[in-house]
């Protein structure tokens, strides 16, 4: 009876039988075009020059450092890259994984990796030439790149942006603040688009040396696609723009890339002299947080600051081939600005958001954090268990899969906030469950929590309690503030608006958002 339930609706709803799902060929063509049109491409040569920027950049390349770029590579670093590839990282079409290399090291050694004949594609030996440069960029990118964007420099954070992102939406409820909007932009196809005329000239701008130039433009230049559709390999096309996924150099070109971005929008907003700051910014000259191509935009809520970012972002586009999407962009606005919100969403053309919305995995939230605010980190621990449930595991195994997965789950969380006591009740909860009967029904412990969360050393299992880590892990947070660590933005950002230059133990505990209150109370 249920199959013929199913048979019924798949016929009332499911694709009619056309010809699209057995024509082959036409399924392959259509693949192909589309890849070739993104990737491929017509092949453009603009003379591109951004050093008209430099004014605006926070440092450009000196001598020493571009010597320090292009120095001869020695077998110390071949070795340093080798090593610092991951080992379950893919292996190329050659079949070797880094972890052949690492073994092999006293037998092969730097002096015979020419013997390996590279293959076009990301196979080690071509990763092993772009950790090279990528250990090279490291030196240099945290003078480049402004305190906003966190992704891929040394000495920042993902969880400052977070932070910081928290405290700027706070209030967003209520009427009695300044109105103020922020545009969280999506960027289609980020890595897939980027021009490489304009990443040369990004380097140009920057400084970089032009052998380090010439360099980089042998990696990015030399990948050919050909799509794997239903066993069978289709077309074959050189191509024209785009980063690699899984190249390691990307990330690192692309967060180069979107700091042209940043240069574009600081020149236009201290020329044009009539932007308006999100409230509590000003001081700081903060308009962006970054996090590589996830980019929240921040202004008062007034047309004609959200016309300047619209214009920058449509000059970007047409420079650097990275387009916003409408559809998956969004624009916030406070309580205080719904006078105005249709002008700006027409302005835009974005989707309207409304909080709690979802950044960088987490939800920003405009006051405290509640149990249904952490429903998605709920779920996503009984998926994990439910994805587990019925496979024959050991007790040790299921102590190794809780301090792997199912904790890693509430380390990201706990890093952003002090999640509720009701929160941490249900995940001690499904991970006593998942310990000692293997899924989320409910059992009587065999041994207390407190012996569990024990060292080894101490007869224990070493899984770690979820209240004293996400106490230990907001407080490092606090320590950063008193230390002044200066590659933070959200520390410079606390220093300025709830400091303002006082000792952190003069502050007023009971004043400010929520999440900052919290913290004081630790």
């Not at 308006?276 to 910014?281: D, N, S």
């Not at 606390?494 to 133990?505: E, F, K, N, V």
């Not at 505990?509 to 109370?521: H, T, Y």
Request: net charge positive; with cysteine; aromatic share 12%.
């Amino acid at each position: 009876m249920l199959q013929q339930r199913a048979k019924i609706q798949w016929m009332k709803g499911g694709d009619q039988c056309s010809r699209v799902f057995f024509r082959k060929n036409d399924i392959s063509n259509v693949f192909v075009a589309y890849y070739q049109r993104l990737l491929g491409g017509d092949r453009t040569d603009r003379a591109m020059d951004l050093r008209y920027l430099r004014p605006w950049a926070r440092h450009i390349i000196t001598d020493e450092e571009a010597s320090f770029l292009i120095r001869p590579v020695t077998k110390d670093d071949v070795k340093t890259a080798v090593f610092d590839i991951e080992e379950d990282w893919a292996p190329g079409p050659d079949g070797y994984s880094s972890g052949f290399f690492k073994a092999a090291w006293p037998v092969c050694a730097p002096s015979l990796v020419a013997d390996f004949r590279p293959i076009s594609c990301c196979n080690v030996i071509y990763k092993i030439i772009t950790k090279i440069l990528v250990l090279r960029i490291r030196g240099v990118l945290d003078k480049l790149i402004s305190p906003s964007q966190t992704a891929f420099v040394p000495g920042r954070s993902i969880s400052d942006n977070i932070l910081l992102a928290q405290k700027l939406f706070s209030g967003y409820n209520q009427c009695r603040l300044p109105p103020r909007c922020a545009l969280k932009v999506d960027l289609r196809k980020a890595y897939d688009t980027v021009e490489r005329d304009f990443l040369l000239a990004t380097l140009q701008l920057f400084g970089f040396p032009p052998t380090f130039n010439r360099w980089i433009e042998k990696c990015v230049t030399s990948p050919h696609f050909s799509l794997y559709l239903n066993g069978e390999v289709h077309g074959f096309f050189a191509g024209a723009r785009g980063l690699r996924q899984g190249d390691p150099v990307s990330p690192y070109l692309f967060v180069l890339v979107m700091e042209v971005l940043h240069l574009i929008l600081l020149q236009f907003i201290e020329q044009d002299g009539g932007f308006a700051y999100h409230w509590q910014c000003k001081e700081l000259s903060l308009f962006q947080l970054s996090f590589a191509d996830d980019l929240i935009l921040l202004c008062k809520a007034e047309v004609r600051s959200v016309e300047l970012f619209r214009r920058r972002l449509d000059l970007f586009a047409s420079l650097s081939g990275l387009h916003t999407n409408p559809q998956k962009s969004h624009l916030i606005l406070s309580k205080a600005a719904n006078g105005v919100r249709t002008s700006l969403l027409e302005t835009l053309g974005f989707q309207e958001g409304r909080l709690p919305l979802r950044y960088l995995g987490l939800p920003l939230i405009a006051s405290r954090l509640t149990m249904l605010d952490c429903q998605p980190l709920l779920q996503k621990i009984d998926a994990r268990i439910r994805g587990w449930d019925g496979v024959s595991l050991s007790f040790a195994g299921r102590v190794q899969l809780i301090k792997s997965v199912l904790l890693a789950f509430e380390v990201y969380w706990a890093m952003a906030f002090l999640l509720p006591k009701g929160v941490i009740k249900e995940i001690v909860k499904r991970i006593r469950n998942f310990l000692w009967k293997g899924n989320s029904s409910s059992g009587y412990p065999k041994v207390a929590r407190n012996s569990v969360c024990k060292p080894i050393e101490e007869g224990g299992q070493g899984i770690r309690d979820i209240l004293a880590l996400n106490r230990a892990l907001m407080s490092r947070h606090l320590w950063s503030v008193i230390k002044h660590e200066k590659e933070s933005i959200w520390v410079e950002w606390i220093g300025h608006y709830r400091l303002r230059d006082a000792s952190i133990w003069m502050v007023n505990a009971k004043r400010g958002a929520w999440s900052w209150r919290k913290m004081l109370e630790l």
